[in-house]
């Protein structure tokens, strides 16, 4: 075999049983490892030596570099359940006009400035006369993409429910947020934990809209993070009940109606009500906050303890957390034995280490149910439990310990990791060694791209010729951290399109993952023959259907090959590329 590509290419893998469940059953992540992997090295005996090796292989040994075949054989997996998915599944097609719920008039396709195009909007109104979204009108058709009617609803605007409604009354609050009849519990957690920081939630809702009196036109804005860029969604605020008492998501103050119209705004996102039945908390995080989110399987965490130390950093620092439970979605109506309740997503809303006169030292998580309810925790450390006995006063009282039915409860680490399948943690800016701490960001960059059939939609490397025809991107790195003799820390995203297709079918999301190669010509695409014989130096891990896939990567100066990725070849779709790093880097496209 001599250098470059051999005359002869590899036998094509047979490309049979794709599509495998996670690894560790429904609701966990699969492993890290982006494949199944072997270096087969040619001696001069022509003996073959096989080297199974989940790692990463960088480099083989100068005398054999000409004779080091790379063979894969990669699988995908389809992401977890989350819980509350309905009686009816949404179906899937292809993308389409990508703009559902979003009109083009507030995003400066008519007016250059969004203020302006808003307030049009709203002196169109005659006198006294309400918006009303012929986009999303008050019927069953909002609320249902299945067959499904409800005759009871009753749209009703606030000014017809309470006297003098209000967007905010005192702020936002994760204790405003409760869960009615829609199985969204994964967004409204997220509200929940964005709502640590109000003026986070008053940018996705801004605060200064009359629901009644002077300036009231019936017209609500909110704004949503989606693929890139911050964009509008207008409603009404026309909201469905029933016996005159909202039917889904509202607050503990009734007067208060930012969680019921975000919920609707983000329905409007979706197509319809019954669309947020079931979904992921870290795509929910990212819309409210353009931040970036990660996701954490308690089986897949060799040290547990690792993970706390980072969650505990994380909260300190601001980040938004949430977790889901184990259990049967279909139980998700009711609480267990141990008050809580299967296949349902919670907020995390503190994270502390307390000191016990018996115990020692405890490490402790605070979770919150969205449903706001007496259906809490009541095993150890519960809000009775007489352990808070051996704590001090002054601890118990910044802990905030109360026994109020409210759904908020204190449980210890272990059996947080032992009731909670995962926890999802969003940061606004990257934190790239994973202490909890956001970084200072030197840079962000964000490029968007597309695999077309035919011409960049390669698949996996289970076919090497067509691997190599996806796109590629050039991601040179300047320089090291200043902490750091070698290495620079940088965060590598890649982000699937994820608007919708039309009212009554979602876009199908594709199983993606990115690899990340060394290179010597930053003015080239890698050949075909650069894959026979290297393998990644970085990569995101298992392809799988996620919105986003994420990995921290720790590299030497110099240049590197971003390769975007679906798992099955000719599957067309849109992407972005997203890349933090706290030094100097250039990213850009190369020429296909």
Partial sequence: MGCGASQEAPPELPQQEYFKPAPNGVGSMPPRAADDRSLVVMTSKDTITVVT???????????????????????????????????????????????????????????????????????TLALEEHFCDEDFPADNSTIFFSERTDADIEWKRPFELVDEPQLFIDGASRRDVVQGCLGDCWFLSSCAA?????????????????????????????????????????????????????????????????????????????????????????????????????????????????????????????AFITCSRKGDWRNATKADKHGLVEGHAY???????????????VNMIRVRNPWASGDEWNGDWADSD??????????????????????????????????????????????????????HVGQVKAIKGEWIPGQTAGGSRNDFEKFATNPQFLLTVEEPDDDDDDGCNVLIGVMQEHRRSNRHMGVKMLQIAFFLYKTDDPNKRLPLSHFYYNYEDGTSGTYINFREVLSREDLVPGHYVIIPATFLPESPGYFMVRVYSPKPFQLKKLPE
Wanted: charged share 30%; proline share 5%.
């Fill in 53 to 123: 090796s989940p790692s990463l292989v960088r480099s083989a040994p100068s005398q054999l570099a000409e004779e080091v075949h790379v063979s894969v054989n990669e699988e995908a997996a389809d992401k977890p359940k989350t819980g509350e998915e309905g009686a009816f599944e949404l179906p899937e097609g292809e993308f389409e006009d990508g703009m559902l719920g979003i009109s083009g008039l507030l995003i400066g396709q008519v007016f250059p400035q969004e203020e302006d195009s808003i307030q049009a909007l709203r002196t």
């Fill in 347 to 361: 907020t995390v809303s503190g994270v502390a280490r307390i000191k016990h006169e018996d115990l020692g030292t």
């Fill in 194 to 318: 964005v709502a640590r920081k109000p003026k986070l939630i008053e940018r996705v809702v801004p605060p200064d809209q009359a629901l009644f009196g002077d300036g009231y036109t019936g017209l609500v804005v909110c704004r949503f993070w989606r693929f890139g860029e911050w964009v509008t969604v207008c409603i009404d605020d026309r909201l469905p009940t029933k016996d005159g008492v909202l039917i889904f998501a509202r607050s503990a103050e009734p007067s208060e109606f930012w969680v019921a119209l975000v919920e609707k705004a983000y329905a409007k996102l979706h197509g319809t009500f019954e669309a947020l039945e079931g979904g992921q908390s870290m795509d929910a995080m990212v819309d409210l906050t353009g931040g970036l989110a990660e996701r954490y399987e308690m089986e897949d965490i060799e040290n547990l303890k690792k993970l706390y130390a980072h969650l505990l950093k994380s909260s300190r620092n601001g």
């Fill in 386 to 439: 007489e352990r808070w006995s051996g704590v001090p006063e002054e601890q118990r009282t910044r802990l905030g310990i109360s026994s109020l039915s409210d759904g908020e409860f204190w449980m210890s680490y272990d059996d947080f990791c032992e009731q909670f399948e995962e926890v999802s943690v969003c940061t606004i800016g990257p934190d790239f060694d994973n202490d909890g701490t956001v970084d």
